[in-house]
């Protein structure tokens, strides 16, 4: 049986592993959270994509107690991790690529924030369309997309993307030399070898979401489809090399922001 102590266990072995690829990922953690701050809504309500096991809807509920946070995963092995780790989240399981997944969160109303990390590049440029087609119809006029990623500009600006790319490998370098924490086959592999999560892997074979590399890396992939979406300012809020948060504001919105602080 899969303890509540255990499952955090996994987590922490997940964000490092994580970090592994993204060494100032609390950072982005940070820098996203504080712009779901800066709506200056008490009690937001917040979805979270491609949640995994709630690293970053776990973060955003401890800053923001009062938020109203729907985490959303396919891979049942995570959303398990995460509901045995995080009782006061609720992971819902939906396969963002599937027409319809936004009648599958119980929304009680518009959302103030979507937000995501290192997840939407697993969806093809075409479902990206379709994806935030839908997100754009559950978010306030004025509501924000939040998306922590790898986003390259190869495409436009090939010798920053090389340079942005650089960077991201000497912080890599700079943070962990010879001594990289292990890798995402390494702990996939490490927690299908656990009895306690036998039943939740065997089910990831049929509903995992499935991993076919980076689908949209290219942040021109994301700004068409945000833009044809309905999303009006789009832009780079935070940025490290490659690694960027992408903001993003639903058209309608008179004032995005309720209070923003100096
Ligand atoms: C690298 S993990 C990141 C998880 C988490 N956001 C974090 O930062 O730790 C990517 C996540 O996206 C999810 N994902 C990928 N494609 C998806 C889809 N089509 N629908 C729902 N979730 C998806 C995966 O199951 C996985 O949990």
Redesign the pocket.
């Known amino acids: 049986m899969l303890t509540h102590d255990a499952a955090l266990q996994w987590i922490a072995r997940?964000?490092r592993q994580?970090e592994g690829y993204m060494p100032d990922?609390e950072e982005r953690f940070t820098a996203l959270i504080d712009a779901v701050e800066a709506l200056g809504r008490p009690d937001p309500l917040v979805i979270?994509?491609?949640?995994?096991?709630?690293?970053?809807s776990a973060r955003l509920l401890e800053r923001l107690p009062r938020a109203r946070v729907v985490s959303?995963?396919?891979?049942p092995l995570?959303l398990g991790l995460g509901r045995a780790a995080y009782p006061g989240l609720r992971f819902v399981p939906?396969?963002?690529?599937?027409p319809g997944?936004t009648g599958l969160l119980g929304l009680d109303g518009p959302a103030d924030a979507a937000v995501?990390?290192?997840?939407?590049h697993?969806?093809s440029a075409t479902?990206l369309h379709r994806v935030y087609g839908e997100l754009a119809g559950v978010l306030r006029p004025g509501g924000l997309l939040l998306n922590?990623d790898h986003l390259d500009s190869e495409d436009v600006t090939p010798t920053l993307s090389r340079l942005e790319r650089a960077l991201r490998g000497r912080e890599t370098e700079r943070v962990f030399g010879a001594d990289r924490p292990e890798d995402?086959s390494a702990w996939w592999a490490a927690v299908s070898a656990d009895p306690a999560l036998a039943a939740l892997d065997s089910e990831r074979t049929t509903a995992?979401?499935?991993?076919h590399g980076s689908e949209s890396h290219l942040l021109s992939q994301h700004v068409e489809a945000l833009r044809a979406a309905g999303f009006s300012e789009i832009g780079t809020l935070w940025q490290r090399g490659d690694n960027r948060l992408l903001c993003a504001v639903r058209e309608g919105g008179a004032r995005p922001l309720g209070a923003v602080h100096a």
């Open positions: 997940w964000d994580q990922r979270d994509l491609g949640c995994g096991p709630g690293s970053l959303v995963d396919a891979d995570l939906a396969d963002l690529r599937t997944w995501s990390t290192t997840a939407l697993w969806i479902d922590g995402w995992g979401a499935g991993h």
